[in-house]
């Protein structure tokens, strides 16, 4: 253990430069950071640790997910799909509707009952399909049920995530909460509205007709045709349309959209993909000189006529925006739609000034232990836990250098995590010097009691901190929020204190050890 090999003494060497290298961005002035980042080749270190809520103030939302929806629109779904289906199996039907989570009708010829069984079966092989004389009822499994509630929120999480990206807001945490809740934390955003704005907005897109010989008087009383539907219009003093419930084209098909100007008026451009742009060129085509009401989250934007087919796979939305609101329409389109609707249950602001109290509190505690720590160790080793403490700075730099390049977010557990780590560090040097002072007792020399301390010390080194470190794994896998904070700044911190007692402090020694060749050592 008293010999090193040049290789080792290198890599060490290289790892401790590294380390100080790019964890010096989180001691350096601001400004010299924010000139690095703008002025350097990327190679050069100019990263720091990213500060979550608690730390650094901002938003946070706790949002949940109306999954029933989810469910209400695939049955709603069903209802139409089992009207075409039916219609094409010339199966005779009446009294086609929903009711608790059913769909129900009844044949006009009990003859036909197995033939609507086998053609509603053959549309969906997870419905539960139900024939009692002419009774005929259509429902989903639980599994299959539970199945698309996880999906919405899992989908929800994802199109919230990219919603939230796309206005530059760093490091958000998204997590799931429960069944359907879902937990948005937004450092640094001190104002919230335009993001629960982004977030609250299902932001479904479609394009349909406008059944344009429907009176509007008659509609607004509730008479309206099968297969149509009365929609508002989100324009101001705009007036409500009767529309298709058939959907020509869905907003899912978008591959882009991006705000742009038509004659000094902020509009939102889009663009199809293959599919999508497919549709609509035939839509157009077939509907020349008819209204073509474009929808969003049912509220009509606007309801152009058709005066040539659009066959080029895009188009343009206008409809009085303002350039703020047509940046936010084009950012909800290209994120995607909701699968189902958003409500805030919660929301809190966290304050910068409380977060600064937080870091102040977080630093003091930490320099505190880590002059306590330093004076115990020069006070009961000496010389050698001068230099225990030397690797003790290398430890530290070395974390936060590692907290740096994988852009960790730092909380306030997180801090307790490296206070924790601050205190533990040098048990390792504690077994080593112990083992060596045991050695000495017994009248050895001090190479073979350096070489025997470090020898005997090793394997319950490494024992006590693999253990440590497999319950700060599972801390991360089973943990949410601040246990995982916690558990990353300790698992790491485990990691470089076994790097700096076993390497660093060792290196240290042995070049003592050759510079001064002492007959007795200082501990």
């Known amino acids: 253990m008293i010999y090193i090999e040049r290789w080792k003494v290198i890599l060490i060497a290289a790892v401790c430069a590294l380390g100080v290298l790019y964890a010096a961005p989180n001691v350096l002035p601001k400004p010299v950071v924010a000139w690095v980042q703008a002025n350097m080749p990327g190679i050069v270190p100019n990263q720091t640790v990213n500060l979550g809520l608690d730390l650094r103030g901002g938003s946070h939302l706790l949002l949940e997910v109306a999954t029933d929806a989810v469910i209400d629109e695939r049955l709603q779904g069903l209802v139409d799909q089992t009207r075409t289906e039916l219609r094409g199996a010339k199966v ?13 009708l009844k044949l006009t010829d009990a003859t036909q ?37 996880r999906a919405a929120v899992d989908q929800s999480i994802e199109i919230i995530r990219r919603r939230i990206d796309e206005t530059g807001t760093r490091e ?6 429960g069944d359907n809740r879902i937990l948005v934390q937004l450092p640094g955003v001190d104002n919230p509205e335009h993001i629960k704005n982004l977030i609250g907005q299902t932001a479904k897109l479609t394009f349909r007709l406008v059944d344009e010989t429907a009176s509007i008087s008659e509609a607004a009383q509730g008479r309206v045709a099968p297969g149509t539907e009365l929609l508002p219009s989100a324009e101001e003093n705009g007036r409500p349309l009767v529309v298709q419930k058939r959907i020509m084209v869905s907003g899912d098909t978008l591959v882009d959209a991006q705000p742009s100007f038509q004659n000094g008026e902020p509009v939102v451009s889009f663009k199809f993909d293959a599919v999508g742009g497919r549709r609509f060129g035939e839509a157009t085509r077939q509907n020349v000189g008819h209204l073509f009401a474009i929808i969003l989250d049912n509220k009509i934007i606007s309801a152009p006529v058709i005066r040539e087919p659009i066959l080029g796979g895009s188009g343009v939305i206008s409809g ?11 950012l909800l389109l290209r994120a995607g739609a909701l699968p189902a609707p958003i409500k805030i249950l919660e929301e809190r602001t966290v304050g910068p000034g409380l977060g600064a109290d937080s870091i102040k509190a977080g630093a003091t505690s930490s320099l505190v232990g ?3 720590v330093v004076v115990f160790f020069i006070i009961a080793y000496g010389l050698f836990g001068i230099f225990a403490v030397i690797a003790l700075m290398f430890n530290i ?5 590692i907290l740096s390049v994988l852009q960790a977010t730092l909380t306030l557990p997180g801090i307790a995590g490296i206070v924790l780590t601050i205190a533990t560090a040098l048990d390792a040097n504690v077994l080593v010097f112990e083992h060596i002072r045991e ?3 017994r009248g050895r020399s001090p190479l073979p009691s350096i070489d025997a301390g470090y020898n005997r010390a090793l394997s319950a080194i490494i024992d006590a901190n693999m253990t440590t470190l497999i319950a700060g794994i599972l801390l991360y896998i089973f943990g949410s929020g601040p246990v995982k904070g916690f558990a990353v700044t300790l698992s790491i911190g485990i990691i470089t204190s076994i790097f700096s007692a076993v390497m660093v402090t060792r290196l240290i020694v042995i070049w003592w050890l050759r510079v001064t060749k002492p007959k007795a050592l200082p501990i």
């Open 92 to 104: 005779g039907y009446t009294d086609l509707g929903l009711d608790k989570g059913v769909v129900h």
């Open 113 to 149: 009952a197995d033939k609507a069984h086998d053609t509603l079966r053959d549309m969906d092989h997870d419905l539960v399909v139900g024939v009692k004389g002419v009774d005929v009822t259509l429902s989903m499994t639980e599994e299959k049920i539970a199945e698309r509630r």
């Open 172 to 177: 958000p945490s998204i997590q799931r909460q």
């Open 320 to 330: 009085h925006f303002t350039t703020q609101s047509a940046q936010d329409l084009a």
């Open 370 to 372: 880590l002059a306590l």
């Open 397 to 401: 730099a070395l974390m936060f250098a």
């Open 439 to 441: 050695e000495l007792r």
